[in-house]
Structure formats: C-alpha cells, structure tokens
Nanobody, 117 residues
C-alpha cells in the first residue's frame, strides 16, 4: 500500500505563489506516476500535473508556464510549485499515485488552495 499526505495549501492573493508537497510512504518503490489533481466546487476533478518514474511530466494547459512539478525520490516527496496564481486555481488539490500498468491508484486527503482576487 501507499499512503499520501499533502501539505502547503492556504490562502494567497492573485499573482502570488504556493508550493504544495506530497509525502509518500509505504510501497513507494512501486509508484509509476505521481502527481496532482484538483477539484473546484461544483466541478469534476481534473489533472493538474503528473510526473513519471523516469521524470516525464504532463501538465494541464491551464497551468502550463505557471506550475512546475518535481519529485525528490530520496525523500519520497513530490512538489507542485504554483506561481502567478489566479482565482480560478482555487480548489482542493489532491495527490495521486499510480502503480505499474495501473495496477493500483491511491489518493491523498487533499489540501485547500484559495486564491483571492
């Protein structure tokens, strides 16, 4: 099993920055892809950014050029640096980990990000 715990959310003004962290524990050696999704009130959960074991990244078009995902394998932690935040970035951000060949998927409890205008 894999446990995920997010941190770093909060309230920030538009144009500001936040860095989210997701600490993974358990069978972390088997994680293939790890990353971030978000869900705003009344909307479906959507992909924000993910990073593979090999370091390949994928971003939602809405965050390209503003957000950067990175991972520290030694610390079993993945980060999401969010710059130039907009009110529409307001959501609960969830960490997600997927095993090889999608054999498993785990979610963290989420962290709230609120961007005021």
């Amino acid at each position: 099993q894999v446990q995920l715990v997010e941190s770093g959310g909060g309230l920030v003004q538009a144009g500001g920055s936040l860095r989210l962290s997701c600490a993974a524990s358990g069978s972390t050696f088997s994680i293939n892809v790890i990353g971030w999704y978000r869900q705003a009130p009344g909307k479906q959960r959507e992909l924000v950014a993910v990073i593979s074991r090999g370091g390949n990244t994928n971003y939602a078009d809405s965050v390209k050029g503003r957000f950067t995902i990175s991972r520290d394998n030694a610390k079993n932690t993945v980060y999401l640096q969010m710059n130039s935040l907009k009110p529409e970035d307001t959501a609960v951000y969830y960490c997600n980990a997927v095993g090889p060949w999608n054999t498993y998927e785990y979610w963290g409890p989420g962290t709230q990000v609120t961007v005021s205008s």
